[in-house]
């Protein structure tokens, strides 16, 4: 996930892994579960928190970066100078939700320089196992809830202009077809 005034460059050359634009088919498949944890798999974690904070973005799911496994990571601290909290998660699952809806601007990695309103559960209570392979649970609330599901999302294949209407979704999509063909010229 990314906020207004982040992504700078869908590109940058900072980033380890690149990361697929939309509209991509490997972005709308269902990710297959992390059986176990290999070395290649907690490497593939620390080049995509590099990747997210590169980008510079606060969510970022293996989907997007062409690895079609449930393995997300995010770090939602955006306030200049404080102490990163980088989570990794494999094979998260929201096992509990609020009835109360927040809305948030979201933007997306692979669908740069896009924004919108989208309305979620303010709450949700993530079940998951860390990069030393232990289950943890805790809820998240704020940004941290709304970027946990976007990127959950990602690992079904679902995207956060599906939330807009298809007038907007189609807009953007156009948007985005012009810039790979841009940058498929450059
Ligand atoms: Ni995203």
Redesign the pocket.
């Known amino acids: 996930?990314?906020l207004r005034g982040g992504a700078r460059s869908p590109i940058s050359a900072l980033m380890k892994r690149p990361i697929l634009i939309h509209p991509d088919p490997r972005l709308k498949k269902v990710a297959a579960p992390v059986a176990d944890l290999s070395d290649a798999r907690r490497q593939l974690a620390r080049d995509m928190l590099e990747t997210m904070y590169a980008a510079p973005?606060i969510?970022?799911?293996a989907p997007?970066v062409g690895v079609p496994e449930r393995l997300i990571v995010l770090d939602c601290v955006k306030e200049e100078g404080a102490e990163p909290q980088p989570l990794v998660m494999f094979n998260p699952e929201v096992v509990a939700a609020s009835d109360e809806l927040n809305t948030y601007e979201?933007?997306?990695?692979?669908?740069p320089e896009q924004y919108a309103d989208v309305t979620r559960p303010a709450e949700v209570q993530v079940r998951w196992i860390d990069e030393s392979g232990a289950e943890r649970e805790e809820e998240f609330g704020g940004l941290w809830a709304t970027c946990v599901q976007?990127?959950i999302?990602?690992l079904n294949g679902k995207?956060?202009i599906d939330y807009l209407g298809p007038m907007k979704r189609q807009m953007i999509t156009r948007k985005m077809v012009k810039l790979k063909r841009e940058k498929a010229k450059a």
């Open positions: 996930m990314a973005g969510g970022l799911a997007q979201e933007g997306c990695l692979s669908i976007h990127e999302d990602h995207l956060f």
